[in-house]
C-alpha cells in the first residue's frame, strides 16, 4: 500500500535568508551599497565623479547611506531594482562590482537580519 500524501520539500522564509546572507559581512553589504551610489552616479557622468557624494551615517540606532547619484526611477525599481537576479539581456556597467544583481538585496536582508538579532529596533 502506497501513501498518496504530497510531502512539503519548500523551504522555509528564515532558511533562505539565512542562506542568502550568511556569508556577506555587514561591511561587505555596505560596500555594496557604495557601490550602486558610484554605479548611478557613472550613468549620469561623463566620465567625472566631480560634485557626486556619498555620506555615511552611524550610530548605536542607526545607518544610512545619503547620495547624490542619481538613484533609480520608480520603473527600475517596479521592474528591475528589487528583483532578484538580472533579467535576460541586462547590460551590467563596466567596473562594477554588481554582477548578478543581488548586492542590495542581500545588503538589505543582512542589515534587517543584524538589527532583529541585536535588539535594534527597526
Known amino acids: 500500500m502506497s501513501d498518496t500524501k504530497n510531502i512539503d520539500v519548500t523551504p522555509t522564509k528564515r ?5 542568502f ?14 557601490d550602486n551610489c558610484v554605479d548611478g552616479a557613472k550613468s549620469y557622468s561623463d566620465g567625472s ?8 551615517n552611524f550610530d548605536a540606532n542607526k545607518f544610512s547611506i545619503i547620495d547624490n547619484c542619481g538613484g533609480f526611477n520608480r520603473e527600475t525599481a517596479r521592474e ?3 528583483r532578484f537576479g538580472r533579467p535576460e539581456g541586462h547590460k551590467t556597467g563596466n ?21 532583529r538579532h541585536s535588539g535594534i529596533r527597526r
Do not use: C, W
Open 15 to 19: 532558511f533562505f535568508v539565512d542562506m
Open 21 to 34: 546572507i550568511r556569508d556577506i559581512p555587514l561591511e561587505q553589504a555596505i560596500l555594496d551599497l557604495v
Open 49 to 56: 565623479l566631480e560634485g557626486f557624494e556619498i555620506e555615511i
Open 80 to 82: 528591475y531594482a528589487f
Open 95 to 115: 567596473n562594477s562590482i554588481g554582477q548578478f544583481g543581488v548586492g542590495m538585496k542581500r545588503a538589505l536582508f543582512k542589515f534587517g537580519h543584524s538589527t
